[in-house]
């Protein structure tokens, strides 16, 4: 499986200040071992670091300046002065973490597995967000999920040409990760959002429910996007597309026309 130029180059200042990101330093250091452009950015982004890490030089405080001050702080009207510099040097402590801030991209954190995948599936659509690892073999790209989400992720071999794979991605959910799964069903990119059932979550829009062989799938509508959820085992869904497909019609886009699931018009049991 291959990491991206961009989705290395996303993380590489979290990676390089030793955190944790999706990508593990065997990716990073492979991918930076392959590509110069990579591999330059890091190079730019530590001597940027190091710059600024030693930009700041304590220098030592004069004996008479230190006696002045140690007077001023014992009148009432010079103690109104100090407050002003602390006030100063708060507010330039507070500009310097927002710089710092904005030197690399907070994920934002999801309430449920559906919003998550929906607000991933906008990005990865719209070309935002880049993908984690791309290609196109369901168990290469299981097994690079598997490694870095802490539950097991296993994709369908996909036997209709109409669907293919992406790759997938990483989003932040409810203090750990949840893969997303990026794919084509005739040209119509679609995302699967794969996370523990204990950290799904509840989404705030109102869904349609259908059950169906003891499972119960819920459809809803997040910015424009059609969204089923559902659970089975340890684990729960959202698939995220502008497909019109609801409820037991989500096992047709990822197993194909093989499933035995038809057209959205045999479907019942919908209810609000």
Known sequence: MTVSCDNVRS??????????TPLSSEDFERHLAECEECAKSARTLRGFLRTVSSAYVPAEVPAS??????????RSSSQRRTHAIFAATAAAAAVVLVVFTLL???????????????SAHEGLVSGILPLDVTGANAAALSRWLTERVGFRVVLPKLEDSTLVFNGGRLVPLRGGYAAVVSFQRNGEPVSLGIAPRHAAGRPEEAPR??????????????????VISWSEGELSYALVSHLPATGRASCAVCHGANSGL??????HGMRR
């Open 262 to 267: 038809k057209s959205v018009e045999e479907f």
């Open 11 to 20: 993380w590489l200042s979290a990676w390089i200040d030793g955190e944790r």
């Open 209 to 226: 429910t259908e059950l169906f062989r003891n499972m119960k799938f819920a459809t809803r509508t997040i910015r424009g996007l059609n």
């Open 65 to 74: 300046l230190a006696a002045s001050l140690q007077r001023m702080t014992r």
């Open 104 to 118: 690399r991209p907070a994920p934002v954190q999801a309430a449920s597995l559906a919003e998550a995948a929906a």
